[in-house]
T-cell receptor, first 111, second 114 residues
Framework: DVKVTQSSRYLVKRTGEKVFLECVQD?????MFWYRQDPGLGLRLIYF???????EKGDIPEGYSVSREKKERFSLILESASTNQTSMYLC??????????FGPGTRLTVT | AQTVTQSQPEMSVQEAETVTLSCTYD???????LFWYKQPPSRQMILVIR??????QNATENRFSVNFQKAAKSFSLKISDSQLGDAAMYFC???????????FGTGTRLTIIP
């Protein structure tokens, strides 16, 4: 069975803190994605990676960075968290047949 | 940028009835895949069904089927014999250029009435 895990289900951070969200997949997929989900806006792509150490900006990369040092792990970094980054963050990996498999999500609150 | 439109923010259906969720998209790809995802309350997003654009036949997975109209760029999801466990947000997704990324719609919240 396909499995994507995320390091935390819920996270509360203070404004200005550096935040790390980690995602691990066990399917040897090359492509991995970070999305942000907000009510009424659907899923918006922050960054994606198509190989180790390779990354591309999505639609809303401002305020975020990513790291992919190993194929199975894709990290999202908020360099200096702000209240407008309070959201649900979803990680996904993509199968060769193009469907994406999602992790359970991390609900981040920045106070 | 690609757009995916789900024009029904909320829908409800009686248990055991049939409901159709609509989706339109505007990909410029000629060969692509389309997807419907389900996100139950506080639970993980899961793939419901996928359609390959080059196939004429509409995809079916048990009680879930699609009505794919390629020329109209329409991709609706039909749920037959609705069950309480079908209550969820449903997202339609279509590919961006090169099929590398997906664009998601804003979702339809489906409520099942017992």
């Amino acid at each position: 069975d396909v499995k994507v895990t995320q390091s935390s289900r819920y996270l509360v951070k203070r404004t200005g803190e550096k935040v790390f969200l980690e995602c691990v997949q066990d399917m040897d997929h090359e492509n991995m994605f970070w999305y942000r989900q907000d009510p009424g806006l659907g899923l918006r792509l922050i960054y994606f990676s198509y190989d180790v150490k390779m990354k591309e900006k999505g639609d809303i990369p401002e305020g975020y960075s990513v790291s992919r040092e190993k194929k199975e792990r894709f990290s999202l970094i908020l360099e200096s968290a702000s209240t407008n980054q309070t959201s649900m963050y979803l990680c996904a990996s993509r199968a060769p047949s193009y469907e994406q498999y999602f992790g359970p999500g991390t609900r981040l609150t920045v106070t | 940028a690609q757009t995916v439109t789900q024009s029904q923010p909320e829908m409800s259906v009686q248990e055991a009835e049939t409901v159709t969720l609509s989706c339109t998209y505007d990909t410029s790809e000629s060969d692509y895949y389309l997807f419907w995802y389900k996100q139950p309350p506080s639970r993980q997003m899961i793939l419901v069904i996928r359609q390959e654009a080059y196939k004429q036949q509409n995809a079916t997975e048990n009680r879930f089927s699609v009505n794919f109209q390629k020329a109209a760029k329409s991709f609706s999801l039909k749920i037959s014999d609705s069950q309480l466990g079908d209550a969820a947000m449903y997202f339609c997704a279509s590919p961006e250029v090169g099929n590398e990324k997906l664009t998601f719609g804003t979702g339809t919240r489906l409520t099942i009435i017992p």
